[in-house]
């Protein structure tokens, strides 16, 4: 009834590894339909979602988590979207998701001028659900004991948050997001940007 997202080590994720052969190997279309699908698993996955943020999270690291139902993180989380270094555009929905809970012009910030937040600026914008010392160990033992309660009840009501409606238009942003992700991988600024980090 519950997944946990969550990384290994000091970071929860540094984004997108695109040096990675299997990615490098792939062409820019092949590369989006990744994303687009792993996104789209996000947005329709039928069970509680939370992330225990144990670290910082980078690129799609820290836009996914407005698709997860609980986001937990440790006190030393940082989120950052350096997307605009990068010569690339939002993914994982946060051009819609990011303006939604943070506001317009704290979206703006983080998504265009790449300003990482600390995780108390997440709790008290709302990004995060909680800040706490032993996240896995917080956020185990919320899953366990909603073991206890009635299933059917835990899944009607994620159903009735996140409805149809809004699963679709998650989706069209998904598609829309990808789309210009694609488009900007073709780039000399991303070819540029790409070679400063490999």
């Known amino acids: 009834m519950t997944q946990i997202i969550t990384g290994e080590g000091d970071y929860f994720s540094s984004g997108a590894d695109f040096g990675d052969a299997g990615m490098t190997s792939r062409s820019p279309e092949e590369r989006t339909q990744i994303f687009v699908d792993f996104v789209r698993t996000l947005i329709h996955f039928p069970k509680l979602l939370f992330a225990a943020v144990n670290g910082p999270a980078v690129g799609i690291g820290a836009t996914l988590l407005p698709l997860c139902d609980f986001v937990y993180a440790t006190p030393s989380a940082t989120f950052h979207t350096p997307f605009v270094t990068l010569a690339i555009c939002p993914e994982a929905c946060a051009s819609s998701t990011f303006p939604q809970l943070l506001?317009?012009?704290?979206?703006?910030?983080?998504?265009?001028?790449?300003?990482?937040?600390?995780?108390?600026?997440?709790?008290?914008?709302?990004?995060?659900?909680?800040?706490?010392?032993?996240?896995?160990d917080h956020v185990t033992q919320i899953c366990n004991q909603l073991k206890e309660s009635p299933q059917q009840s835990i899944l009607a009501t994620k159903r009735l948050l996140r409805t149809e409606e809004r699963m679709k238009e998650l989706d069209e942003t998904n598609e829309r997001e990808m789309k210009e992700f694609s488009n900007l991988q073709k780039l000399p600024d991303f070819l540029e940007a790409k070679n400063r980090l490999l």
């Open 103 to 136: 506001g317009s012009r704290k979206a703006y910030e983080m998504l265009v001028l790449g300003k990482k937040i600390t995780a108390k600026e997440a709790l008290e914008s709302g990004f995060v659900t909680g800040v706490t010392e032993n996240v896995m």
